[in-house]
């Protein structure tokens, strides 16, 4: 697809005998918000992790920005990290250290910015993701549930990625927190033009800000599009996601 930021083609992951993946097939398009659905244990975690390099599967093809992930050489791929930002379930803050030094992590270790600038740039982003500005100066054990995603996020978009990565962002937060990280999301995908990709349970966001999504299941994606195109998908396990109770409040509601 010549529009694609990410293609996934026949990857198979196993761990010892668990076979997660068994020919896994999906693209992701440039300026989209993609979701990575599917029950426990379903590799939703595992295929981002191989997206972002932590993970490497054992057959296949996963390219990003162009770059085949599974060839590409140490020093291209030092590269291609620095053009995405990653959010991790629960954070992954450095409790050592504050918002700030959090958040400049990146910039101090690869650019040779002057740290006047790269302390205006830690603010700036501090700001953008809607936290105050006394934040900064907060150590994660300081900050509530909702303001360690947002820190977290900060540090992501820290070096001006073009992709952002994020795993169950809303996990933990109460349901006024979590519209709010979403819309959060939203805003700063128009802002910035990111590409998102993001692992979720929250149907909430699958109905509200998700553009297409995949919904993992049996080893493979059992179904891939948009939220109308999935819903029409017969198989028994998007009648189970989106069919039970919590998916027939949202139908109801017609949000």
Known sequence: MSNAIITVSDVVTRFGTNVVHDGINLSIRWGEIYGLLGGSGSGKSTLLKEMIMLLRPQAGDVRVLGQDLLTIGRDHAADLRHKWGVLFQAGALYSSLTVEENVAIKLR????????????????KISMVGLPEQAAALYPAELSGGMVKRAALARALAMDPKLLFLDE???????IGAEAFDNLILELREILGLTVVMVTHDLDSIWTIVDRFAVLGEQKVIAEGTLTEVLNNPHPIIRQFFGGSRGRIRRRDGK
């Open 109 to 124: 270790e690869y650019t040779d910015l002057p740290v006047t600038l790269i302390r205006d740039i830690v603010r700036m």
């Open 169 to 175: 962002p809303t996990s933990g937060l109460d349901p």
